[in-house]
Structures are given as structure tokens and as C-alpha cells.
């Protein structure tokens, strides 16, 4: 079997997140990998509107993945959260240099709301189970959630940005801060079942 591509990036540390959970996972799940016949891309976003859709679609030329996994920390969750849709209207949060997008909106024209292609609610319901076949005990298993709302800031616009700009199906996950409750070995655990049921 030919060995599959998957982009998986997190982003840079901004404000409070002075060590950024989701970049943490991500080199750590590059380091213990996903499985045989996989090969895993990884990337750091900055978090800045005016360079997230050119780095983005920089990996994915590189990658050219099948599918692309994106990992954004979020201070309000204390699970790993599966984003089913990105929303082009909105970003009227400052990123890292103080700017926002022009008119606040990701893509001028573009629709309101994209939906990942990708079975959500299943990669969902399988993510627990393959953290225990992985080996994790019931209490190493993380606790998943699902979501519609990216939170209009520099993770739902990557996701729109990659979900309009690229064929290959993208997921947005977002993560807890460090250690509340999940350590980055935990997270990158998450982040490796949801990527085998994702590719299912």
C-alpha cells in the first residue's frame, strides 16, 4: 500500500499561551508517528491573519496530504474539542501584530459557514476506543467533544482558509492548555487516534 501524506500544524504561542499546548502535541505526536503507512508533515502557524493562508497552503504543496489536521489551543476546555465547521465572517480579534483581516472576513465572497467533508461524529465516537487500542488505560482515555463554533479567531480562520483552499478533507482540533488537564504526551495520544479514524 502507498503511504499516505497527513498535514498536521499547530500554531505559535499568543497571549496568555505563552507555550502554545497545540504546537507541543503536534511535535510530540511527530515524534511517536501514527502508524505504518502514514507520513506526517508537520508546521507551525503563525498567528498572524495576513500569513496563515499562504503557510498553509506552503505544507500543503509540500505535503500534499490526504488529509489535513489542524490544532489550535483553546483556554475555555479541559477536552479535546472536534470543530465541525469554520466560519468566514467575524475576525475582529487582534492576532500577534495587533491587525485584523480586512472587513473582518477570511475569504472576500466566499460562503458564511464550510463543514468539514470528514464524518465527524464518528472519527468522534471511534477516537476513545483507539486511544485503548493504543494502549491507553480507561483513565489515561481523553475525554472528546464536539463543536460548530471554531471561536472566530486565528484557528476558525485557518480552518476556513484550508477548507476552501485545498481538495483534501481538513479538521480543526482544538486542545487544552498544558497539564488541565492533559499532559502533551496525552494530547499527541488524542491527536494519533483521531488521525487513524480519520483516515478509516
Not at 78 to 104: C, M, W
Not at 170 to 191: G, I, K, T
Amino acid at each position: 500500500m502507498a503511504e499516505r501524506s497527513v498535514l498536521v500544524t499547530g500554531f505559535e504561542p499568543f497571549g496568555e499561551h505563552r507555550v502554545n499546548a497545540s504546537w507541543e502535541a503536534v511535535k510530540e505526536l511527530s515524534r511517536i508517528g501514527v502508524g505504518d503507512g502514514v507520513r506526517l508533515v508537520t508546521g507551525q502557524i503563525p498567528v498572524h491573519y495576513k500569513n496563515v493562508k499562504e503557510e498553509i497552503a506552503k505544507l500543503q504543496e509540500k505535503a500534499k496530504p490526504v488529509l489535513c489536521v489542524l490544532v489550535g489551543v483553546s483556554g475555555t476546555t479541559e477536552s479535546i474539542v472536534l470543530e465541525t465547521r469554520a466560519h468566514n465572517h467575524g475576525y475582529k480579534t487582534p492576532d500577534n501584530a495587533r491587525q485584523v483581516p480586512r472587513s473582518f472576513v477570511c475569504v472576500e465572497g466566499g460562503a458564511d459557514c464550510l463543514e468539514t467533508s470528514l464524518d465527524v461524529s464518528r472519527i468522534y465516537s471511534e477516537a476513545g476506543r483507539l486511544m485503548k487500542t493504543n494502549g491507553q488505560s480507561q483513565d489515561g482515555v481523553c475525554q472528546f467533544e464536539l463543536s460548530n463554533d471554531a471561536g472566530r479567531y486565528l484557528c476558525d480562520f485557518a480552518y476556513y482558509s484550508s477548507l476552501h483552499g485545498y481538495n483534501a478533507p481538513s479538521l480543526f482540533v482544538h486542545v487544552p492548555p498544558l497539564n488541565q488537564p492533559y499532559s502533551y504526551e496525552r494530547l499527541a495520544l488524542a491527536l494519533k487516534a483521531i488521525i487513524q479514524a480519520s483516515l478509516q
